[in-house]
């Protein structure tokens, strides 16, 4: 993954239901772009350089992993969507003043400086109004402007603008929020080889707040030597996992951190147990049980067990894309085997929170749409 930006939009309307015209807005890019960390209040403001109904404009700040340009191209679609009619030459500022359904500005982009024919980062006329410096200031006071390294809550004290904007006493609502995690401490995230567990676990993390625990599975030297000779090193690969699952589980689980509002990881200690019933002989089998219910007694429980069940082409696919030389020869029966397996232990679980979760025909990575709807699967009572 790209790494996550910190970015500032400011958002305007004066034409039909201001208020719908901001909220629909702000459903869209929830729906189309990406999670809104927050919303400033709404301010009413006298129409600056022409004569028009007054405006009511707010402020959010989004976490994306877009580039500028991609962004741009999708706030204008959403403009778009909503009845806004740009001009071709949208950037000419004679043009720019009058009234609109909806207007969606990039302010800041991080602390990114773009330069181009079509987007400018920072807002270059951002500095001469107080209609985007008061909402700013309102969720980012503190938020330098990487030009004029001043603070935002400093160029709105020394706004020329004369502007008198008034608080609309009615708040926007941030869909973001919607999703409750909140009944859970601890969510683990399972699935087959190449399910996308890591991508879907980390991008939770991201979202909401939650403290990140990722199998270290690229650190095993037995992984590699297991695809070549399977016979040979599948104990040993599975109790070196088993070792070190139980180690990193036992010490992120029992390490508050007071800034996150709960754990999600990428496995579940229980996953030791179905590879191996799969890999190990049926003498070894019966041994490695018999050492991993000793560890596993002792560890926490997922408050909620996720499986993320793909079928055998998609696994492949992915396991492809990815490129990890030594996952290349794996055979679809020996992934078929892992599905069934996991399948038969969430089946025999009682005392388990557990959601199964078809992503066959989902790709949450590139659709923002399918992410969305594993979000909906996960929180729904």
């Not at 729906?31 to 919303?39: K, P, Q, V």
């Not at 000779?229 to 390490?255: G, H, N, P, V, W």
Request: aromatic share 12%.
């Amino acid at each position: 993954m790209n790494n996550l930006r910190k970015v500032y939009i400011s958002l305007g309307s004066n034409k039909g239901d201001k208020f719908k015209n901001l909220q629909d807005a702000i459903s869209a890019i929830h729906l189309n772009i990406d999670n809104i960390s927050i919303i400033s209040k709404v301010y009413s403001s006298p129409a600056l350089g022409f004569q028009g109904d007054d405006f009511f404009n707010a402020c959010l700040i989004i976490e994306t992993f877009y580039k500028p340009q991609k962004l741009l191209k999708e706030l204008l679609k959403i403009e778009k969507s909503l009845g806004r009619i740009r001009p071709d030459n949208y950037r000419d500022k004679a043009k720019g003043y009058q009234d609109r359904v909806i207007d969606l500005d990039i302010i800041f982009f991080d602390y990114e400086i773009v330069n181009t024919k079509t987007l400018q980062i920072p807002h270059p006329e951002m500095h001469k109004r107080r209609f985007v410096l008061q909402p700013l200031s309102d969720i980012a006071p503190n938020k330098q402007h990487p030009n004029r390294e001043k603070e935002v809550s400093v160029l709105l004290e020394e706004c020329q603008d004369k502007s008198i904007l008034e608080p609309v006493n009615i708040w926007l609502k941030n869909p973001s929020k919607a999703y409750d995690f909140s009944k859970y401490n601890y969510i683990a995230i399972e699935g087959n080889i190449g399910a996308g567990k890591t991508s879907l676990a980390t991008r939770i993390s991201h979202d909401f707040n939650a403290k990140l625990i990722l199998e270290r599975f690229a650190d095993n030297p037995f992984l590699p030597k297991f695809y070549q000779d399977a016979k040979r090193y599948a104990f040993t690969l599975e109790m070196s996992f088993l070792a070190d699952r139980y180690q990193q589980i036992s010490d992120d689980l029992s390490q508050l951190d007071l800034f996150k509002d709960f754990i999600v990881s990428d496995y579940d200690v229980f996953k030791s147990l179905i590879f191996s019933k799969i890999t190990l002989s049926q003498e070894e089998f019966k041994l490695y049980r018999k050492l991993f219910y000793l560890m596993y007694k002792d560890i926490s429980k997922p408050s909620l067990y996720i499986y993320l069940y793909q079928n055998t082409e998609r696994l492949q696919q992915n396991i492809k894309k990815r490129g990890r030389d030594y996952e290349q020869d794996i055979q679809d029966d020996y992934l078929d085997k892992i599905n069934a397996g996991y399948l038969e232990f969430l089946k025999s679980q009682t005392d388990f929170n557990v959601k199964i979760i078809d992503i066959s025909d989902k790709d949450f990575v590139e659709n923002r749409q399918d992410y969305l709807s594993i979000l909906d699967k996960i929180c729904e009572k």
